[in-house]
């Protein structure tokens, strides 16, 4: 097994541990996966080596997956936000004609003065992804050059994303794709606006 697959694997079986209350609502799921795995994600090789800080917004200038669970979590916060709730949903009536290819360069909207709005409850992507070279990441969104990231963090976020978009079988979503379908739908089926949301390149879900 490579080291990829072992650290994908480490990440899946820590957030199934963490969902082995089956009476858990979907926000509860994703609290306790993103609680259970962040340890796992600041303890890795490169502790300490990161380039990441407040301020620094490269990442979040390109489109997310998100799961259900995720996407109901960071939903349910901005119904106490009803200013971010309303950018969120300008900006993807803005945006939802783009292929997701397009939607690089285009900040997240709940990005404000180059901080994340609602960082504890941000989603597995987010979390994983950690840099070792901020201007890398500047150059990235100009290239088609990655820049090096915490490969053991980012494949056990993988591993537990994996875990969250396989408990409803409807794999990931485009985030403002898929908030806004939660907070449009209120309590009238949010699970099935979620599904009709812009689906996530990779997400073998239907």
């Not at 285009?106 to 992507?125: E, G, K, N, T, Y």
């Not at 056990?156 to 908030?179: I, P, Q």
Request: hydrophobic share 35%.
């Amino acid at each position: 097994m490579s080291t990829n697959q072992a650290e994908f694997y480490r990440g899946l079986e820590v957030a199934s541990h963490a969902l082995r209350n089956p009476a858990l609502s979907p926000s509860d799921q994703a609290t306790a996966v993103h609680q259970a795995v962040q340890p796992l994600l600041n303890d890795t090789d490169h502790l300490g080596q990161l380039a990441c800080r407040l301020g620094c917004s490269h990442c979040c200038k390109y489109p997310v997956g998100v799961t259900y669970p995720e996407a109901t979590r960071l939903a349910e916060a901005l119904q106490s936000r009803p200013e971010l709730a309303e950018r969120i949903l300008r900006e993807q009536a803005q945006l939802s004609e783009l292929p997701w290819e397009s939607l690089v360069g285009h900040a997240c909207p709940l990005l404000i003065d180059d901080a994340c709005s609602v960082h504890q409850d941000r989603p597995m992507p987010c979390r994983a992804l950690g840099s070792l070279n901020e201007k890398a990441c500047a150059d990235a969104l100009d290239t088609d050059r990655a820049p090096p990231r915490d490969e053991q963090a980012w494949w056990r976020g993988l591993g537990a994303a994996t875990k969250l978009a396989t408990l409803n079988t409807h794999g990931s979503r485009e985030l403002r794709s898929a908030v806004s379908a939660i907070l449009a739908a209120g309590t009238n089926d949010p699970e099935q606006a979620f599904i009709r949301a812009k689906t996530a390149p990779g997400s073998e879900m239907a």
